[in-house]
C-alpha cells in the first residue's frame, strides 16, 4: 500500500449511491435488468440525524442496497422531502457527472436489456485500438433518472 494510502486512512471503497425518482422502478432495474441481489430497504425520517448527514434541512428518504456481482454495492436513494428538489441530468463532459463502470461478458445482449428497460445508449460501442487496453469493447448508457453506467466487455474472458 502506498504511503499516501495509509496516510488517509481510506482502505477500500464501501458503496456508490444514487439518488432516484421511483426507488420501486430502480429496484426493479438494478435487481431483474442487471440481476443484482436487493440486501435491504430502510426508512429515514427527517430529522436532526439525516439534517446533518445530507446537509439538507427536512430531508427525509428511503434507501435500498443492492449488491453487483463481485460485492460491490450501489445505494438507490428516493428522497421525500424536501419538495424543491432538483432533476439534474448532466452530460458526460459536464463537471460534477459520473458513472459507474462495470465489466460485462456480453455487451450487446446488456445494451438491448437496458435498452428494452428505458435507458438510452449514449453512442455507439467502441473498441480501444491500441495501448494497455487494446481490445476491449466499451459502451456508456443512461437511465431515465440521470445515472451512467459504462459497460467493458475484453476481448478474451476474464477470470
Known sequence: ????????????ADHTGFTVAS????????????????LYTSEYGSGEFLDNLVGVKGASLTLAMVEAPGGHLVELLEYHNPDDREWMQPRSCDVG?????????????????????????????????????????????????????????WPTPLQ
Not at 1 to 12: A, H, P, V
Not at 28 to 35: C, D, Q, R, S
Not at 120 to 130: F, Y
Open 23 to 38: 426507488l420501486a422502478d430502480s429496484l426493479h432495474f438494478w435487481t431483474e435488468v442487471l440481476g443484482f441481489k436487493h
Open 1 to 12: 500500500m502506498s504511503n499516501t494510502l495509509r496516510s488517509s486512512g481510506i482502505f477500500r
Open 97 to 153: 457527472s459520473v458513472h459507474l463502470a462495470f465489466t460485462v461478458s456480453d455487451l450487446d445482449g446488456l445494451l438491448n436489456r437496458v435498452e428494452a428497460a428505458g435507458w438510452h445508449r449514449l453512442g455507439a460501442p467502441q473498441t480501444v485500438e491500441s495501448g494497455e487496453r487494446a481490445g476491449l469493447k466499451l459502451a456508456y448508457a443512461r437511465g431515465p433518472d440521470g445515472v451512467t453506467l459504462e459497460s467493458l466487455q
